[in-house]
């Protein structure tokens, strides 16, 4: 990430410049090939499927980075880059479209933006924007408003939106207050339907979803995100967060392109479950595994 | 058939009559596991109720409904007519078995095998079944590749399993097997040949890191290979590192850390997920 403007205390904004690309890639739902909780096996043939993904980019799409840190996001590619910001900053998100055989395009959820940066294809009306064609690039014009604070979805709302967004070219937003302190931990975890699986992250079944990692006393902040067709219920065992209205719960349920953040101080050593708690979602994937070390 | 030559060429009969066998089946949460299950006409297959939700057992061209039964008991039936008997927990959408029940059953290896690698088979059967043979389908019809009969030595140890028939025969290509008498066929069973090279793996110690060599026979340059470790919290066979192999046939990881954790390499079709080969499994031996 490039910062054109200084941003050394949190009350500077800034302009926030970020690579990224379409790119094809080869993708495996279950890469240890089992649903490692019933036993059930899975064959390559069930599970590796050719989709396209969101990149980051070093300037210039120069050289490929890590779309966000081992400890957000557990693997690579899916979901796209985690892009932060804060509250007053200004987004400018270089797109390149390296897929040689479809367009696509980037659409943001939650932030301040002119018809011409909403990244969606409307026939006749959108622009280069809504529609990057193979080969082609175009910078997203966003601003972090005084309403943007939390997490946001953002995806491709090219003509080829219902193809990539059953492949995973989706990822997250993720947007603070001026003042905001950083969490210790920040886990990114979006639910999507995906081939026959329901997955996390673009991965079925324990092992293969994401493990994320926490020390006690850690302030851990989980960002939810749905994308797809269907609602989905974010629960974490031995684990209670409060709403906006002070209420604890366990369990929040989000649907399609809506999303949430958590946060506790963490307490709770041990290895819990995380899942979706639509029960049919989770016998087909849709639960991983969370380690709390003691501190 | 040229692509598969018969190694055992013993005639012999079924010796005495296989003992029924009892098969058991995992009633969960909202499936059977295994799902699919072949046993002989006779055996007698046990659903245990390992879930928390009652569940039941309706198979309706078996005449066989075992009522509900609740978590820690099982329920059981024998199959007494060979044919293949679908079954459902009327109680669980979607939850669903099949039991094929057959007069010969033939088991082999679950695992692809090398190349003119020769490969054991094994037959369960009744007395009454007289002379087996041991027949294969590469893509164009079965033939005949051998006639099985009782090992040879009396088997391990001298100890000749009753009812049992063994039969070798070299696997050239991915076959599918039967056997087959005059009490009619067994279930079919596929023996997946290898498509791999052989993989061969030398460790050492370098700087707290292991290093593994790998290398591969018949030369298989740009072949492309996976590094997997066993890892508890990956429930199985984990993929941590890729390589190509050089024009020597060769690749190198290194992998820090993971004292004592099982590893191996694979190699892999152009998915790098398909597993073609797999080497044998060793034990990370450095400090992390």
Request: proline share 7%; charged share 20%; net charge positive.
């Amino acid at each position: 990430m490039l910062l054109a403007a200084a941003s050394a205390t949190p009350a500077e904004a800034a302009v926030r410049h970020e690579w990224v690309a379409a790119v094809p890639r080869t993708w495996n739902i279950v890469p240890n090939g089992r649903d490692g909780i019933m036993g059930t096996t899975y064959d390559p043939a069930q599970t590796v499927f050719p989709t396209v993904v969101y990149r980051r980019f070093t300037e210039n799409w120069r050289r490929p980075l890590r779309n966000a840190p081992v400890a957000s996001v557990d693997h690579n590619m899916i979901p796209g880059p985690l892009l932060h910001a804060r509250v007053g900053d200004r987004l400018r998100i270089h797109f390149k479209n390296r897929d040689p055989n479809a367009p696509h395009s980037m659409h943001f959820h939650g932030v301040h933006y002119r018809p011409g940066s909403d990244g969606s294809y409307i026939p006749g009306f959108s622009g280069r924007g809504g529609n990057v064609k193979p080969g082609q690039t175009f910078t997203y014009r966003l601003n972090a408003g005084r309403d943007s604070a939390g997490v946001w979805p953002y995806h491709d709302h090219s003509p080829s939106m219902h193809e990539s967004l059953a492949g995973g070219l989706w990822g997250a937003l993720s947007i603070r207050g001026r003042r905001e302190r950083r969490p210790d931990r920040e886990f990114v975890t979006v639910f999507a339907a995906m081939q026959d699986f329901q997955t996390i992250n673009g991965r079925a079944f324990v092992g293969n979803t994401p493990i994320y990692r926490a020390r006690v006393g850690d302030r851990v902040q989980w960002d939810v995100l749905a994308i797809g067709d269907e609602h989905h219920t974010f629960h974490v065992h031995g684990h209670r967060w409060r709403t906006a209205a002070g209420v604890p719960e366990d369990t929040r349920t989000l649907g399609p392109a809506e999303s949430f953040r958590v946060s506790w101080r963490e307490d709770a050593p041990g290895t819990w479950l995380y899942h979706c708690h639509v029960e049919q979602h989770m016998a087909k994937g849709m639960i991983g595994i969370y380690r709390v070390s003691p501190r | 058939m040229r692509a598969l030559a018969a190694a055992l060429l013993a005639l012999a009969v079924l010796a005495a009559p296989a003992q029924a066998d009892s098969i058991i089946v995992s009633a969960g949460t909202s499936s059977f596991d295994p799902g699919k299950l072949d046993v002989l006409v006779g055996d007698t297959v046990i659903w245990r109720n390992n879930s928390t939700k009652t569940h039941n057992v309706k198979a309706e061209t078996a005449g066989y409904n075992s009522g509900r039964f609740g978590p820690r008991t099982a329920v059981n039936h024998v199959f007494a007519t060979a044919g293949v008997y679908p079954y459902v927990c009327t109680i669980h959408d979607g939850m669903t078995g099949d039991v094929g029940v057959y007069p010969l059953l033939l088991g082999g290896p679950r695992r692809p095998v090398q190349p003119g690698a020769s490969v054991a088979l094994h037959v369960r059967g009744p007395e009454s079944a007289g002379e087996v043979t041991i027949e294969a389908d590469t893509g164009s019809g079965y033939q005949p590749v051998a006639v099985a009969g009782p090992p040879e030595g009396g088997g391990h140890d001298g100890h000749v399993e009753p009812g049992t028939l063994h039969a070798n025969v070299v696997a050239t290509q991915t076959a599918t097997y039967r056997a087959v008498s005059a009490a009619g066929a067994s279930q079919q069973l596929r023996v997946e040949v290898s498509a791999g090279p052989a993989l061969a793996l030398a460790t050492t110690s370098r700087a707290g890191r292991a290093v593994i060599d790998v290398r591969a026979r018949p030369a298989s340059p740009r072949s492309r290979v996976v590094l997997q470790l066993r890892l508890r919290e990956r429930f199985g066979w984990w993929p941590v590192a890729r390589a190509r192999l050089d024009r020597r046939s060769r690749a190198q990881f290194t992998v820090r850390g993971h004292r004592g954790v099982p590893a191996r390499v694979v190699s892999v079709g152009a998915d790098w997920a398909t597993v073609l080969s797999r080497s044998r499994v060793l034990k990370l031996t450095s400090r992390g």
